[in-house]
C-alpha cells in the first residue's frame, strides 16, 4: 500500500468513526437529557473509545453542535428531494409535510436534534427559534409558486398561510413527541392533508 492509498484508508476510518459517534449521540441525546449525557455515554454506545471521541469532538458541546448540524442537512435534504419529484407546487408542499414526518418518526438523530434545540445547555448557545423561522420562508417560497403555477388560489395569503402551516407541523410535531416520541407524527400530518388543501387552494373572493 502507497503513502497515497495508507491516507485514504485513514481518512475512510475516520469519517466512519466519525459517523458511529454521531449515530450515537443521537441515540444518547434522543433518550436523555444534555445535561445528563457524558461522553462516555456516547462512546460506550458507538463502542469507540473517549479517547477517539476527544479525537473528533473537543467536548460535548462540539457533539451536540454536530448532531444539530446534521438534523438540519438531513431535513433539508428532504426538501430537496421533494422538490425534484413534485409536480405543482402543492403537491411539493404536501410532500415535504409527509416527508419530515417521516424523517421525524424514524430517524433517531434528528429526534436528537429536536431535543437539543429544546433544552437550555450551558455552554450551547442554540437560537431555538432559527430553524422554524427558516422553515416558514421556505413555506413561503412554495406557496409563492403554488400561487404561479395555479395549483393554489390566486389570493391566496402567503405570508399569513406560511405561518399557519408552520404553526400546524409544529403543533403536531410537539403533540406526538410528547405521545410516543414522534411515532405517530406520519398519521397526524395525513389527518391533515385534506384541511391543509383546503386552506390553500380555496378563494376568499367573493363568487
Known sequence: MDVNDAKATKRAHGLETQRALLAAAGAVFSRMAYADARLKDIAEEAGISQGSLYFHFGNKDDVARAVLSVQQERMGQVLTTVQELAGSALDCILGLFEGLADLIATD?????????????????????????????????????????????????DVRAAAE???????????????????????RRVASARAGIRTVLTSSTRAA
Open 164 to 186: 399557519l402551516l408552520n404553526e400546524i407541523f409544529v403543533g403536531a410535531q410537539v403533540l406526538s413527541g410528547l405521545e410516543d416520541k414522534w411515532a405517530s407524527l406520519p
Open 108 to 156: 433517531e438523530l434528528v429526534q436528537a436534534g429536536i431535543r437539543l434545540s429544546m433544552q437550555p445547555a450551558t455552554g450551547l448557545e442554540v437560537d431555538s427559534s432559527a430553524p422554524y423561522v427558516e422553515w416558514v420562508e421556505v413555506a413561503a417560497s412554495i406557496l409563492r409558486g403554488g400561487v404561479a403555477d395555479g395549483s393554489m388560489a390566486p389570493d391566496l
